[in-house]
């Protein structure tokens, strides 16, 4: 029986929900708004134009970007493999080095906090 107007035609495909698939990493709602809060002071300071997430399997990623164009002035990883290592935190800079590793959020994030206190000194 094919569907009528008000039942469409079940064709038999299951399409998964949008949400965040299993086993996918994400971030927790206070460590987004931790991010997005220091993305908001360094677009105010002119020094962040964009931002891109990505979520797979083994990583969660913010990057931030001074232009849509180029490279990410600075990508922030959530790699929850390494908490018991090196710390599931880390932050690279634009040419891919890394900054800063850690266990806390905050402490990972503060060479970007001490380059937005010299924006707002110029």
Do not use: C
């Not at 090196?86 to 906090?113: C, I, N, S």
């Amino acid at each position: 029986m094919k569907g009528s107007p008000q039942t469409p035609a079940v064709s038999g495909q299951v399409l998964s929900f949008p949400g965040r698939a299993a086993g996918q990493v994400g971030f927790e709602r206070a460590e987004l708004q931790r991010i997005l809060d220091l993305y908001g002071r360094m677009v105010a300071a002119g020094q962040w134009r964009d931002y891109a997430m990505d979520f797979d399997a083994n990583a969660a990623t913010f990057a931030a970007f001074r232009r849509a164009a180029e490279r990410p002035q600075a990508r922030l990883e959530k790699r929850p493999a390494l908490r018991s290592k090196q710390g599931m935190w880390t932050l690279f800079g634009e040419h891919g080095q890394v900054l800063k590793r850690g266990h806390d959020l905050a402490g990972v994030l503060a060479p970007m906090e001490r380059r937005l206190l010299k924006a707002v000194d110029d």
